[in-house]
């Protein structure tokens, strides 16, 4: 027998299907190992000793490892190709040698790039040893990222409160989104003017020309700035003559993209799928593990974390016959192409992410898919196929044309550009960039001398529009642009920004919210090099260097450590002032936009003579005036929406991070927006008891009118009538978020329900589904969850419910939580299972409840204390009192004991 460990599983289970019986195929279930997240899991004194511990669920891996490789004819470490899952590899070895089970146990390495039978069954015949230099990155990388996060961030905490955490590449892919708010921010418009003919040939054929150069000089797009500029130029051109001077067409080429990378494949979901990143590698791992197409398991796609753009031989023949069976052999090139990748060190020559087997068309397979699989599938195979295709054809054509007024003369362009193969086109376009153009129509035949006739002279204005918000799409590609990170993290980064509160996402674009821009102002003004680009790429490209055997990974951590600690070492010396000071300077054009009308920006509203300046409170940061605490003036640091405009005053007595938002129209109360303990809420006038109420998850303050204060101030609100009962739903946002609610029972709304505008259909489909669900009971009763199918080893129902402590998957009897790398909707029956048979490995809770064992504990003392005061205190109340008084004392020594041992410790 040999044992074969991959990570999931759902890899293992398909895996196991192609070996059979002389194999048992255990998964890992990912990493292991991890550093404990406390001091001295790196330590720099040391010479960077790590200290790995194994997790419960590492443990129970290990120990099922450990008992299936006795007797075992070999061991074979099958995990991903890639450097994390050489790692993974590494960490169950080091865990097995620790444990001292594999005595003279042969121990192999192998990988593949697909999960076919084929694959496995050639890389079985290929085995090597653990790559000592990949694993040497991966430690590198993990020890980096734990010295800047377990150093950098309690600095956060002591000199930022609010802020959460700081990370390697996390910040600097913040800078990136706060840099670019601060370009809106600070742009400053220009106005400018196009001049467009509109003409016609004898044949009457009309299009349209632009008017680029006059009396010899050329005209670009911002050179007319003036209206006047552009109706002197339109009078002219409203007598002019109009002649042809010259036409040229060209034959060009459009040459189809190669198939893709990792970060290309997240970029293009994003962009014509509108998945985000991180759904994006969830959908693909599923697709790489394998998915049951009529009754086989198999991979659909290669491996998808991978800088590689170049695809096998074998491959490259599979896609020319499909191209050639279903487009013809016009579409079939001379020659198969071949691509190359821009990443300097392309991630360990990995194939790029295409279908395992060309022939499966998407259209056959749609069928065995979910909606997302099926969509992402024929994505990665249409770009794949696309990829070996002919080239499109094209013809561009220039006509230049003189407009004459007397002796002057204006130079006009028409321009145009035509399909004349489609090529590759006829089944792929890749997305346009946020500063993409379209495609120009044909121009009508014409020739040098034809003279055309004026129909129409239109003079436009336009204004130049700042560089638009980041996506995740594009910052996704301007990382990858930079060299910053990996793109099999990015998932994760942008996930983590989201996480920290630090972005959020409005209407597909990155926002940075203030207290990302606080983080970054920080970092920058003490932290800079940290959070360059440059640096940042280098340190990356050095990790490059570690995993292709050219350097030292420990000297690496010897040049950064020595820098980093000494900048950390400053830091400890900050006063609040020069912190305040740095970021006022900073954040300056943010906080204190210009009011347009010559006033300073930073003169307090209320008092008049004080300014305006950043302040540190319990809470985070506020906006307050130099007065205080004569002047009470307070406010956010952000007044408004994105841009920071709007009316910037408010008086709210001296509590930090108040904003007032007007009056209630009704009672005549003032309206404020407050940062609490809790998070932001809106409140109702003052007193001791103040009506209030949360924000909504995903609606941030800066987005809190006073129209949407109170909609949130009206709750609960009734938004239906029973249909059974004839009694009320209401909705309002309680403890655990927003809710709909019939008498005792409650439902909590869905992730893209609107607590202020759900309707009544709505309301009552989700409580007549959780009272049918509860089987007739109400609050309290069971979630009955989503149900994901039977467990195929013992039949019973497995679905997946939402707890009190975030998702879990049960089977009616073990209930595991589902982890946070998991998607509660997007996890599988596969994945449920494992998941629970990984819970029954660790066997029952060894703590009891705690309400329960307080109870049993409290009910056992009440039943003893009975029995004693019915034989010793025959039933006098005054007894009974007598007695309590005279006991109080005799907790005095332990007080005092206790006492004496604390001073002493």
């Given amino acids: 027998m040999k044992v074969l460990v991959v990570e999931s599983p759902a890899k293992a289970k398909t895996i196991n299907k192609y070996l059979g019986r002389d194999y048992e195929v255990l998964a890992s279930f990912g990493h292991i190992r991890d550093l404990p997240a406390k001091d001295g899991s790196v330590d720099p004194e040391a010479d960077f000793r790590m200290v790995w511990t194994l997790e419960d669920r590492g443990s129970k891996r290990v120990a099922e490892i450990a008992k299936a490789i006795k007797g075992a004819e070999k061991l074979i470490l099958a995990t991903d190709p890639d450097r994390e899952g050489e790692a993974i590899s590494w960490h169950v070895l080091e865990a097995l040698r620790e444990k001292r089970v594999l005595k003279d146990l042969p121990v192999e390495r192998v990988t593949f790039n697909a999960i076919t039978k084929d694959a496995v069954q050639t890389a079985l015949r290929q085995p090597r040893q653990i790559d000592q230099a990949l694993v040497d990155a991966y ?370 674009r990155l926002v940075p919210e203030d207290k990302g821009r606080i983080v970054i102002a920080f970092l920058e003004s003490f932290f800079s090099r940290y959070v360059e680009y440059d640096f940042t790429a280098d340190l990356e490209e050095q990790l490059d260097r570690i995993s292709n055997h050219e350097i030292d990974w420990k000297q690496v951590l010897r040049d950064f450590w020595r820098d980093f600690s000494a900048a950390i070492g400053e830091t400890k010396e900050l006063r609040t002032t020069e912190v305040l000071d740095a970021l006022n300077e900073l954040l300056g054009p943010h906080i204190f936009p210009d009011k347009g009308d010559g006033s300073n920006p930073r003169t307090c509203p209320t008092c008049g003579t004080g300014q305006l300046s950043l302040k540190l409170g319990k809470f985070g940061a506020f906006i307050g005036c130099s007065n205080y605490p004569e002047c009470k003036f307070t406010r956010q640091l952000a007044t408004n929406g994105a841009n920071g405009d709007g009316d910037a005053t408010s008086e709210n007595g001296g509590q930090p991070g108040t904003r007032v938002l007007g009056d209630d129209p009704e009672t005549g109360l003032q309206v404020t927006l407050r940062d609490g303990r809790f998070g932001p809420f809106v409140q109702l006038g003052e007193g001791e008891k103040p009506k209030r109420s949360s924000l ?138 494992g998941l629970i048979r990984a819970r029954e490995a660790m066997g029952p809770s060894k703590k009891p409840a705690r309400g329960r064992k307080a109870a049993s504990k409290k009910a056992a003392t009440a039943k003893t204390a009975t029995k004693t005061t019915a034989k010793k205190a025959p039933a006098k109340k005054a007894a009974a009192k007598t007695s309590a008084t005279k006991k109080a004392p005799a907790k005095k020594p332990a007080a005092k004991k206790a006492a004496g041992k604390s001073k002493s410790a």
């Fill in 139 to 508: 430690l590198a990388r993990r020890a980096l990222d734990y010295l800047v996060g377990f150093t950098l961030s309690p600095v956060l905490w002591r000199k930022l409160p609010g802020a959460r955490s700081a990370g390697r590449v996390q910040s600097v892919a913040l800078r990136l989104v706060c840099d670019r708010e601060l370009e809106i921010e600070t742009f400053k418009s220009q106005e400018y003017w196009s001049l467009i003919a509109t003409l016609a040939t004898r044949e009457g054929a009309v299009f349209d020309a632009r008017l680029v150069g006059a009396d010899g000089k050329k005209i670009t797009r911002l050179d007319i700035g003036k209206g006047e500029e552009a109706e002197a130029f339109k009078r002219d051109l409203e007598l002019a003559t109009f002649t042809v001077t010259s036409v040229e067409a060209k034959p060009a080429k459009r040459h189809p993209a190669p198939p893709f990378t990792t970060s290309t494949l997240q970029q293009e979901a994003s962009r014509k799928l509108g998945l985000a990143p991180a759904q994006t590698m969830r959908v693909a791992q599923r697709l790489y593990e394998g998915v049951d197409i009529g009754g086989e398991t198999v991979g659909l796609i290669t491996y998808m974390r991978t800088d590689g753009v170049d695809m096998a031989p074998e491959a490259i023949q599979a896609a020319r016959r499909v191209i050639g069976k279903e487009y013809g052999d016009r579409y079939v090139p001379g020659a198969p192409r071949k691509y190359t990748a821009k990443a300097k060190n392309a991630q360990e020559a990995h194939e790029a992410v295409r279908p395992t087997d060309m022939s499966r068309l998407p259209k056959q397979v749609a069928k065995y898919l979910e909606p997302e699989q099926a969509r992402l599938y024929e994505l990665i195979w249409i770009r794949t196929i696309a990829s070996q295709m002919e080239s499109a054809e094209l013809e561009r054509t220039a006509v230049d044309i003189a407009a004459m007024v007397g002796p002057r003369k204006l130079d006009l362009r028409a321009t145009g550009q035509v399909v004349k193969f489609d090529g590759f086109l006829t089944l792929y376009q890749e997305s346009k960039d946020d500063e993409g153009g379209e495609d120009e129509g044909r121009l009508p035949p014409m020739k040098a001398n034809d003279p055309l006739e004026r129909r129409r002279i239109t003079a436009n204005q336009h204004f130049t529009e700042p560089p638009p918000r980041y996506s995740e799409a594009s910052l996704v590609k301007r990382m990858e642009e930079l060299g910053i990170g990996r793109p099999s993290t990015y998932a994760a980064v942008l996930q983590v920004l989201q996480d920290r509160e630090y972005v959020r996402i409005d209407k597909k």
């Fill in 696 to 833: 909504p998850r995903g609606l941030s303050p800066a987005q809190v009118d006073l129209e949407k204060a109170l909609k949130l101030l009206s709750l609960p609100r009734q938004v239906a009538v029973h249909p059974e009962t004839g009694e009320p739903i209401l909705a309002s946002i309680g403890r655990y978020g927003p809710y709909v609610q019939h008498g005792k029972t409650y439902a909590n709304l869905g992730k893209d329900d609107d607590v202020l505008e759900i309707g009544g259909n709505r309301a009552i489909d989700l409580i007549v589904a959780k009272e049918s669900g509860a089987g007739g009971f109400r609050r309290g009763a069971a979630d009955p969850g989503r149900a994901l199918g039977e467990d195929p080893s013992n039949g019973k129902a497995v679905v997946v419910k939402a707890g009190r402590f975030g998702p879990y998957v049960t089977d009616g009897e073990t209930n595991a939580t589902i982890p946070k790398a998991m998607s509660a909707d997007a996890i599988t029956l596969d994945e449920a299972v």
